[in-house]
């Protein structure tokens, strides 16, 4: 049996995969198990931030695998405390909690908004609002957050206690009038829901009324954050100052790693068997998050804004492509042709893209040259235009 045979027989089909197996790569370029290469232009899902077997990265990875692997969390590990103290110096934020992907940061962040609202308002105060269209993970609970209907039918009963709504100040409001709540829980850039960014009129809004009535912000940064989108995340392009922030996905540059920021008003919330996590703040894993993390400075997000205008520019006005949407590297176009089908005839043709909802995505390496990336949007320019 071939692996896609395999593949069909022995692992739950809960994916609907490109039929392409992929066998290494370097940098931006993914080879599948005939050599044939291809380039990469949304680094798993973000994941990959500088590229396939970055040689900084591997560095700091195998360092840390020759000392130990793993200790437990009864034990201090240097590298997790580095990491945190890294993320709090640079967000402002106060206090980390690490998990291993972006659903557990974001469960993390629930329970601190529930204990939060509970000491400060009681304990019928535990409404979460979130956005329509939004994704926050795969759990119940999470699922529960997730503003997309189409993925909660066939699970309910969900977690209670969240209400999803329109990011728009007036909707926003009405839904503040008609229940108790606890925090807001918003991406800057709905990546899942087809890579459409907040606006500036609502993050204000936001910001307003969770100052006045003492409503968290909880910023899931789980795609949008670690550089994604031109600044270390997200928030800090609309002037945010979330309570909470989550992110996983990027941070690791491959390796799995959730964490989940605390400020100021819920620093210390949390008291030793609140939350735990058995893999959390693995060493390797927090390891290659301090190579990334040290190298997305300034110059370096200077240069990923650089390439995002580069990319909009090829890409606006272009034949057969609507529209283009999104912050930094990570971008969003809204193609005449199915954007499923667009993705299908560039891999054919030597190129990954993502897609989000009906929109073509592109999330590639923070670091991928402007060769390959001008080569790779070059590809979907013709496979837009083609008939
Ligand atoms: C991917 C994603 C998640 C879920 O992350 P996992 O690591 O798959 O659990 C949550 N929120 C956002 C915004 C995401 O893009």
């Not at 005939?34 to 396939?52: M, P, Q, R, T, W």
């Not at 006045?212 to 600044?231: M, P, S, Y």
């Not at 954007?339 to 891999?347: G, H, I, L």
Request: glycine letters at 10%; a negative charge.
């Amino acid at each position: 049996m071939n692996i896609f045979e395999l593949d069909d027989l022995y692992v739950a089909h809960t994916y609907s995969r490109f039929p392409l197996s992929i066998k290494k790569g370097h940098g931006s370029v993914v080879l599948d198990e005939n050599g044939k290469e291809y380039i990469d232009l949304g680094s798993g899902i973000a994941v990959n931030s500088f590229g396939i077997c970055d040689e900084e990265w591997i560095k700091a990875v195998s360092a840390q695998l020759t000392m130990v692997q793993h200790t437990s969390n009864l034990y201090y590990s240097e590298p997790c405390i580095k990491l945190a103290e890294a993320l709090c110096i640079r967000t402002g934020m106060k206090m980390v909690f690490f998990s291993n992907s972006g659903a557990e940061a974001n469960e993390c962040a629930i329970k601190a908004a529930r204990k939060y609202a509970e000491d400060k308002k009681g304990a019928d105060c535990f409404t979460i609002i979130t956005l329509n269209n939004s994704f926050h993970g795969r759990t119940l609970t999470t699922l529960a957050a997730t503003g997309q209907e189409a993925f909660h039918k066939d699970f309910l009963p969900l977690t209670p206690g969240f209400v999803h709504c329109e990011p728009e100040p007036e909707a926003l409001l009405k839904t503040i009038f008609e229940h108790k709540v606890a925090a807001i829980m918003f991406e800057v850039v709905r990546g899942e829901g087809g890579v459409v960014p907040m606006s500036r009129e609502f993050a204000d809004t936001i910001a307003e009324v969770a100052k006045n009535e003492d409503i968290l912000l909880i910023a899931d940064e789980v795609q949008t954050g670690n550089g994604r989108c031109g600044k270390l995340y997200g928030y800090m392009k609309y002037g945010l100052t979330p309570d909470i922030v989550t992110t996983a996905k990027g941070l690791g540059g491959g390796l799995p790693l959730g964490v989940t920021m605390l400020g100021e008003k819920v620093e210390n919330v949390f008291s030793p068997g609140m939350n735990g996590s058995t893999f959390g703040g693995n060493p390797v894993c927090c390891a290659g998050a301090l190579s990334i993390l040290g190298r997305i400075n300034d110059d370096f997000l200077a240069e990923v804004e650089k390439k995002s205008e580069f990319v909009f520019k090829m890409l606006e006005g272009a034949e057969g492509v609507e529209n283009v949407t999104g912050l930094g590297l990570m971008i969003g176009i809204k193609t005449k042709k199915p954007a499923k089908q667009v993705a299908q005839e560039c891999m054919e043709k030597g190129v990954l893209v993502l897609t989000a909802k009906d929109k073509v995505r592109l999330l590639p390496a923070l670091n991928i040259p402007y060769e390959l990336l001008e080569k790779g949007v070059n590809v979907i320019k013709n496979v837009c235009l083609a008939e």
